[in-house]
């Protein structure tokens, strides 16, 4: 199985100021197809996951241009210009070029 | 919109069975793979078993093999997870997901607001 392996655990922000979280995967992600198949979501408290990123770097309807996601191969990055309150709760990394498809254990951002 | 409604959890035994079902509108229901990702109370996530729109792709994470079966009716637009010899390890909230029209390689596209099984004496 390919283990995705996320960083911080936690991050502790302050509200206007940047973020940004790792992923790194224990193979390559590239598809045969060309593409890269990483996936970013958004947990908030109390709340079912929801897709922001997918592609490496495409931005889901309707989700602010302040989160961006960027890497290649195994090396991954989504970060957040400017954080607002509303971005607190836990983001996921997932990979679906193989199955079974995994997750990162998750980055808990919280606001200082 | 893409709307995906569980239903089914619930307190059980171990040992014991239950089966979830999501009914999903919004989409055209046969055309796309489905799945279920299930979290365990304060844990991450995690992957349980995929089929693709036609049913004719299954596929499970080696925790649930043989124990879980995923199905669909198109006709109804529903899917179901029949989960049998349930343990303690599977309390979790679990999660529809819409995945896409093909299965490899696959992104979660939508997730219900899920349903709670429990698996307690």
């Known amino acids: 199985d390919v283990v995705m392996t996320q960083s911080p655990l936690s991050l502790p922000v302050t509200l206007g100021q940047p973020a940004s979280i790792s992923c790194r995967s224990s193979?390559?992600?590239?598809?045969?197809?060309?593409?890269?198949?990483l996936n970013w979501f958004h947990q908030r408290p109390g709340q079912s996951p929801r897709r922001l990123i997918y592609m490496v770097s495409n931005r889901e309807y309707g989700v602010p241009d302040r989160f961006s996601g960027s890497g290649s191969g195994t090396e991954f990055t989504l970060k957040i210009s400017r954080v607002e309150a509303e971005d607190v709760g836990v983001y996921y990394c997932m990979q679906g070029t193989n199955w079974p498809l995994t997750f990162g254990g998750g980055t808990k951002v919280e606001i200082k | 919109e893409v709307q995906l409604l569980e239903s089914g959890g619930g307190l059980i035994q171990p040992g014991g069975s239950v089966r979830l079902s999501c009914a999903a509108s919004g989409f055209t229901f046969s055309t796309y793979a489905m799945s279920w990702v299930r979290q365990a109370p304060g844990k991450g996530l995690e992957w349980v078993s995929v089929?693709?729109?036609?049913?004719?792709?299954?596929y499970y994470g080696d925790s649930v093999k043989g124990r879980f079966t995923i199905s669909r009716d198109n006709s109804k637009n529903t899917l179901y997870l029949q989960m049998n010899s349930l343990r303690a390890e599977d309390t979790a909230m679990y999660y529809c997901?819409?995945?896409?029209?093909?299965?490899?390689?696959?992104?979660?596209?939508?997730w219900g607001q899920g349903t709670l099984v429990t698996v307690s004496s």
């Open positions: 997901t819409k995945v896409g029209v093909i299965i490899i390689p696959a992104s979660i596209q939508n």
């Open positions: 193979q390559s992600l590239a598809y045969s197809d060309g593409h890269t198949y």
């Open positions: 089929i693709s729109g036609g049913g004719d792709s299954i």
